[in-house]
């Protein structure tokens, strides 16, 4: 099968490109802001050509457009900052999103998709981020979909859905909202459901880990946390949060309790694909990121910690024996993955491109 040249926008580490070895897209081309995501990716992709600019920028456009003409690119795929929508950010109404200049990055993507008329396009972004409203030459208040219809909508068929990662091979659930451009004539079939996999039988056969205890399989081994954290975490079970807890929990600086969302200080459910592995998956008291825990013989729980590396990139359908670049910390592989899309998502996706 002959492989279609790809261009990725907002690559950021490129987690989501990381299982497209058999799909019918080829990335050639990448443009990503931050340079330690930049980076990152150069380590997995080298023969990409890594754009580490900003976007905005005409003749970074152009820099862009250049070489996606050179290399005969005809799929682009888009995946915005989401972080300018999300409801755990500062941005919690339509109105204050409007004002976050991240949520505007996709005109620039759009300004491409202009240039080189592809003949397929993929938006990834956060559910929320598709109830944006802009205003768009004699219309206002209207969404990307409403915009794009109105751009493309006589060459392009314009397909929009929402998946579940973990419909599709990732034992992790996590949203995502997908817009499928592709020019009439072609085909761009939807992927094919799977059973659904749960932590058990991801990870339920790893050693358990102590905070700060290392292991002799690669990536597994268990940051180090505070004893009160720790203590909490022990007298938590499966599935619950320390908040709940009546003598140990999290207690603020009056050592009172703490108040939080009922997601932290929260280990995560065996027998259910993992909660959404968010990009502070490094701290017990963000969202449900504590190992489920085995009950102990004293009535405590084991494992009170976050998830190791390798926990991480199997919840995330990630190869787990990943070679990680010695100039990236731990934090930084963390928040990459965190803020990336599962490959087998994606990859089940843009699989199913038909590239006649």
Known sequence: MKKINGLSLFSGGGIGEMNLGNSPVKIVVANEILETRSDFYKFYNPHVKMFNIDIRGNNSKKMIIDECRKKKVDFIMATPPCQG???LGKNK??????????????????????????????????????????????????????I???KYGKEYNIDYDVFNSADYGVPQTRKRGIVRMFK????????????????????????????GEKSDIKNHYARVHTKEHILCMKHTATGHSALENDVYYPKDETGNK??????????????????????????????????????LKDGTYSDARVLTLREIFILSSINPDLEIPSNVSDIQVRYIVGEGVPPKLMSSIIGGIVNE
């Open 85 to 87: 929508a999300s409801l």
């Open 93 to 146: 109404n339509t109105e204050e999103m409007r004002k976050d200049f991240r949520n505007y990055l996709i005109f620039d993507a759009l300004e491409i998709i202009d240039s080189i008329k592809p003949s397929f396009v993929l938006f990834e972004n956060v559910v929320r981020f598709y109830t944006m409203k802009y205003d768009f030459g004699n219309h206002k208040g209207i969404t990307l979909l409403e």
């Open 148 to 150: 794009l219809k109105l």
């Open 184 to 211: 009439f004539g072609k085909r761009w079939n939807n992927p094919t459901k799977t059973k659904q996999i749960t932590v058990r039988e991801a990870i339920g056969k790893l050693p358990s880990l102590e905070s």
């Open 258 to 295: 703490s108040h939080g969302f009922s997601a932290t200080y929260k280990r995560i459910e065996w027998d259910k694909p993992a909660p959404t592995i968010t990009m502070r998956n490094d701290c017990i008291s963000s969202q449900s990121n504590v190992h489920p825990g085995r009950l």
